[in-house]
């Protein structure tokens, strides 16, 4: 089974939505920015390193990229029956399951950034990756110190991250490397995020939560509160009340997917440090991801395995060589005439409408078949034509 996983913050670098400029999916950046009241394409595009290491520019760029490789990635029809963010992430995971509207994600982003943002500035704290040493030991150091310091994020074994004030974290880290820790590396953070210190922070963040609609996610979605899946719209409410005061339970949550079934983790963002993890958490797990649309193509053939040279398996998946174009909205589809099954299809060429809305092909290939018909009511991300690219 495939679970999507989410980047959170730190993932961010320059430019990097500039391989998905001319990408259908590019088309959320401007919906994005009408909900933001921002110019999020200048974040995606010119921001510098600094700008965008900034929490409240951080999260809404992270989140978009999130959201756009979420997009083309459904436009190609790979699904998932699982989803898990990191921190920020899970913002992503639940507006992927449905249990979100991307336009309250969007906003729920926001406002998180700017309460954060809010709350460096009025406590100051730090955070640190604390390696070689066991959640426990780590935990132990941080009891053992006079000082505001806390687990923040249990990323995977042998891989805790600390916070709290700066003079904690370093009394902390000194404690653990006196307990066998091989490493303490600081991170380039103002806040002591995921612990109590953002308390001012969750409660501005808690009016918006509690002013949004949640709905029952489709799928698995763990928490990263309690490394629990969960269906229930309250409980989730409760869970992003909680998330900011609390550790991620990162590792945690891999072991719960692991355990219900779950083999193959897609990041989808702009870093890969989620894959990293999982790798050192899983140590069988399928790994991949997706951060560029060079990546789709990759996904696709390595979803798709060995090819058989018998025909009693075809139909039962997407093989390297064919490509599903979606419905980029909900409405009536109503094709283009003149693209007949068999025509060659160009990349960005016209094979219909779904009400006002424009489908056009992202690959070059043949038209083998449509999977919608004149008239058809569809849904978003439906899939509506069926191609097959040579090689």
């Known amino acids: 089974m495939i679970v999507f996983t989410y980047s959170g913050q730190g993932s961010q670098k320059p430019?990097?939505?500039?391989?998905?400029?001319?990408?259908?999916?590019?088309?959320?950046?401007?919906?994005?920015?009408?909900?933001?009241?921002?110019?999020?394409?200048?974040?995606?595009?010119?921001?510098?390193?600094?700008?965008?290491?900034?929490?409240?520019n951080a999260q809404l760029a992270t989140y978009l990229m999130s959201m756009?490789?979420?997009?083309?990635?459904?436009?190609?029809?790979?699904?998932?029956?699982?989803?898990?963010?990191?921190?920020?992430?899970?913002?992503?995971?639940?507006?992927?399951?449905?249990?979100?509207?991307?336009?309250?994600?969007?906003?729920?982003?926001?406002?998180?950034?700017?309460?954060?943002?809010?709350?460096?500035?009025?406590?100051?704290?730090?955070?640190?990756?604390?390696?070689?040493?066991?959640?426990?030991?780590?935990?132990?150091?941080?009891?053992?110190?006079?000082?505001?310091?806390?687990?923040?994020?249990?990323?995977?074994?042998?891989?805790?991250?600390?916070?709290?004030?700066?003079?904690?974290?370093?009394?902390?880290?000194?404690?653990?490397?006196?307990?066998?820790?091989?490493?303490?590396?600081?991170?380039?953070?103002?806040?002591?995020?995921?612990?109590?210190?953002?308390?001012?922070?969750?409660?501005?963040?808690?009016?918006?939560i509690d002013n949004t609609e949640i709905r029952s996610p489709e799928g698995t979605v763990v928490a990263n509160v309690d490394a629990t899946a969960h269906q229930s719209p309250e409980t989730w409410?409760?869970?992003?009340?909680?998330?900011?005061?609390?550790?991620?339970?990162?590792?945690?949550?891999l072991a719960t997917l692991e355990s219900t079934g779950f083999t193959t983790f897609i990041e989808l963002g702009p870093g890969?440090?989620?894959?990293?993890?999982?790798?050192?958490?899983?140590?069988e797990a399928t790994r991949h991801s997706v951060n560029t649309p060079d990546h789709l193509d990759l996904l696709l053939e390595a979803l798709a395995g060995p090819q058989s040279s018998s025909n009693d398996q075809e139909g039962e998946h997407l093989y390297a060589t064919e490509r599903l174009v979606v419905s980029p909205a909900a409405g009536v589809f109503t094709p283009v005439s003149g693209q007949e099954v068999g025509s060659p299809i160009q990349a960005g060429d016209l094979l219909g409408h779904v009400g006002q809305e424009e489908v056009r092909s992202s690959f070059a290939g043949k038209l083998q078949g449509w999977l919608a018909v004149d008239t058809e009511r569809v849904s978003a991300s439906q899939p509506i034509a069926w191609l097959i690219v040579e090689q």
């Open 68 to 208: 756009i490789v979420l997009d083309a990635v459904e436009r190609v029809g790979v699904d998932a029956a699982g989803h898990a963010g990191h921190s920020l992430g899970e913002f992503s995971a639940l507006t992927a399951s449905g249990a979100l509207d991307f336009a309250d994600g969007v906003r729920l982003v926001v406002e998180r950034g700017e309460a954060m943002r809010q709350a460096i500035e009025d406590q100051e704290g730090s955070m640190a990756v604390v390696l070689g040493l066991k959640d426990a030991p780590v935990e132990e150091a941080c009891a053992a110190v006079d000082e505001a310091v806390w687990v923040a994020n249990y990323n995977a074994p042998g891989q805790v991250v600390i916070a709290g004030s700066p003079s904690g974290v370093a009394a902390a880290g000194q404690e653990a490397k006196d307990r066998g820790a091989k490493r303490i590396t600081p991170l380039a953070v103002a806040g002591a995020f995921h612990t109590p210190l953002m308390d001012a922070a969750r409660q501005r963040l808690s009016a918006a």
């Open 15 to 56: 430019a990097m939505g500039l391989p998905w400029v001319d990408h259908p999916s590019w088309e959320l950046v401007e919906e994005a920015a009408s909900i933001a009241q921002r110019d999020v394409a200048h974040l995606l595009l010119h921001a510098s390193a600094e700008e965008l290491q900034e929490t409240h």
């Open 237 to 253: 409410r409760v869970l992003m009340n909680a998330q900011l005061c609390s550790p991620v339970r990162w590792h945690q949550s």
């Open 272 to 283: 890969t440090v989620l894959t990293g993890l999982v790798k050192r958490t899983l140590k």
